[in-house]
C-alpha cells in the first residue's frame, strides 16, 4: 500500500506530461536514502532537483515544495522513469526517481508507515464524501450490511454503489470493491466475487449471497463478503 499514492500521482503526472511509459522500482539499495541539492528547477506542480549521493548525481521529482541548493535530504521510495519529458520545462531527462516524500531529517519506518496510512485514511474518506448512492428497493447499504452482518449471513442481498477497484480473475472470478457513502465496523467498502465484468467508477447494482468471515486461501481473507454476485 505504501507505493499506491506514489503510483496514483505518477499515473497523473504522465497523463499530462509524458510521452513516456517506461518507469522500474528503485533499487533496494537506494532505499533510505541522504542527498545533497546541487540544482532546483520548480513548475507549476511539481519541483525537479538535480540531487548528489557520493559520487553520483541524479534527478528527483517530488509534488511542488521550497527546496534549496546545499540543503541535505532525504527520501525513502520512488520510481524511476526513463526519457521522461517534462513540457513544462521544455527538457527531456533520461532518468528521474518520483518520490512521494521528502524530508530535511532522517525517515524512519514508524514515522513513515504512520504517514501512509493518515494519507490513505485521508484519501478514503475523501472518495467516501463524493459518494452519495442510495440503495435500490428492496436492497440495503454497504453500513447496513457491516452493522447487521450476522442478521443477513448467508443470505441474498442486492447492493447498489459505485466501483471503486476491481481485480480481475482470481481464482477463477472478479473481485470487486463498492462503496456507496455509508460505513460500518470501520470499513466503508464491501467485496463482491463475480464473473460479470465491470469498470472502476460504474454505479452498479449487485445481488448475490453474504457470507461472513471467509477465507479463500493465499492470504484472501474476508470478514464480510458477497459470493456469486451478478450484475441486476
Keep these: 500500500m505504501r507505493i499506491t499514492l506514489l503510483i496514483v500521482s505518477i499515473t497523473l503526472l504522465m497523463s499530462c506530461e509524458s510521452k513516456k511509459k517506461d518507469y522500474a522500482p528503485l533499487s533496494k539499495e537506494m532505499a533510505q536514502n541522504e542527498v545533497v541539492v546541487n540544482e532546483v528547477l520548480q513548475t507549476g506542480g511539481y519541483t525537479y532537483v538535480l540531487v548528489q549521493q557520493s559520487n553520483q548525481e541524479f534527478w528527483l521529482a517530488v509534488s511542488k515544495t521550497d ?8 527520501f525513502s521510495e520512488a520510481m524511476e522513469m526513463k526519457d521522461f519529458e517534462s513540457k513544462e520545462l521544455n527538457r527531456v531527462f533520461e532518468s528521474i526517481f518520483f518520490v512521494d ?12 508507515k504512520a504517514e501512509v496510512s493518515a494519507k490513505r485514511q485521508e484519501g478514503i474518506q475523501k472518495l467516501l464524501d ?6 435500490v428497493e428492496g436492497g440495503y447499504s454497504i453500513g447496513e450490511l457491516y452493522k447487521n452482518a450476522e442478521k443477513y449471513n448467508q443470505q441474498t442481498v442486492k447492493v447498489r454503489g459505485q466501483v471503486v477497484k476491481v ?12 462503496m456507496d457513502g455509508t460505513k460500518g465496523e470501520n ?16 454505479t452498479i447494482t449487485f445481488e448475490g449471497v453474504l457470507a461472513m468471515d471467509r477465507e479463500f486461501g493465499a492470504g484472501y481473507v474476508y470478514p464480510l463478503i458477497v459470493e456469486n454476485a451478478v450484475v441486476k
Design 67 to 74: 527546496v534549496e541548493v546545499g540543503e541535505k535530504l532525504y
Design 101 to 112: 516524500q521528502i524530508s530535511r531529517e532522517p525517515i524512519s519506518a514508524e514515522t513513515k
Design 167 to 178: 481485480n480481475l480473475d482470481i481464482m477463477d472470478r472478479n473481485w470487486v470493491h463498492l
Design 187 to 202: 470499513r466503508s467498502d464491501l467485496t463482491f466475487t463475480t464473473n460479470d465484468v465491470v469498470k472502476v467508477g460504474d
Design 130 to 135: 463524493s459518494i452519495k448512492i442510495s440503495p
